[in-house]
């Protein structure tokens, strides 16, 4: 695979380094649209398969897909990764399994609206952790976002509490992915950029397959046996919204920051709503979409910059 980047000499000899052919902002419209089908695809295998399942089938069939594309360059990448590095890339790759099994667990207790708006305030949690880790400075507008986003999740969760516990807890689980994928992001930040494309996220996805799949075997979670129906579900779970869709926001990773691509990604709530409507037959109720709109709001504000 290409470098994502190329290297010319100018006229004095220095090395200067060419934008990437491709904007960014494309490849992250690209990201979002591919990552609003994943609530459905999921939705639709859970009828037949755990969430565990998918979850770890979702991570193992995307590492699978990324082998051949280990080239030289990549291997060369590796072998120039520190101890430190390489611990990196496994705490990102258990959060990831962290995210991807609590968020897929989320959509079987909760509605799509809800569980894709929760886990969408995952900048909010990118900045919080920036400003304690990083020590970056919180702005005016940030506080007054988080508090909005805070007004907007409260909002869904008093209207999901008369639902029950159950759809309680998913819209937890749903905030738990929303953490745990900001600390994958971070990670990311320091990551990505010394390393190729495939060179990142093949560990990382490759970590968290096997956590996932070690999890599944511990508890004896079925992961054979689906109907041809259902495999093709997971496939499209791997190729479509983490082959593609994950995949575009690692490769902004190397030309923005995290809170950039988590911006993007706000508009992922509003494709994945529209899809569940549209296949599931499932609209979000007024109060949902209410909520919705000032989590996103909120996150707009927190994550700008004046």
Known sequence: MAQDMKRHRRADGAMAVNRPRVAPWVLLAIGVLAVSTASTFIRLAQLEVTSL???????????????????RSVRDSWRKLTR??????????????????????????????????????????????????????????????????????????????????HQILGDVLAVSGA?????????????????PLVAYILPVYGCAAIILMALALATRTPL?????RNWLLLLLVALIPQGIG??????????????????????????????????????????????????????ALAVHRP
């Open 53 to 71: 399942a998918v979850a770890a089938w979702r991570l193992t069939f995307a590492s699978a897909m990324l082998v051949p594309f280990v080239t």
């Open 84 to 165: 430190s590095d390489w611990g990196l890339l496994f705490v990102s790759g258990a959060v990831l399994a962290v995210h991807f099994h609590t968020w897929i667990t989320s959509l079987g207790m909760t509605s799509v609206a809800a569980s894709v708006v929760l886990v969408s305030t995952n900048p909010l949690f990118v900045v919080l952790l920036s400003r304690f880790l990083l020590k970056e400075p919180l702005h005016s507008g940030t506080i007054t976002g988080i508090l909005v986003a805070v007004a907007g999740s409260a909002i869904i969760g008093l209207e999901d509490f008369g639902a029950g516990t």
């Open 179 to 195: 953490l745990a994928v900001a600390i994958y992001l971070l990670i990311g930040r320091r990551l990505r950029p010394r390393l």
């Open 224 to 228: 054979v046996g689906y109907a041809p």
């Open 246 to 299: 994950h995949s575009s926001f690692n490769w902004a990773l190397r030309h923005v920051s995290p809170t950039i691509v988590s911006l993007a990604a706000l508009a992922e709530p509003i494709g994945s709503t529209l899809l569940a409507w549209l296949v599931l037959g499932e609209a979000a109720t007024l109060i949902t979409l209410a909520g919705g709109v000032l989590i996103l709001a909120g996150i």
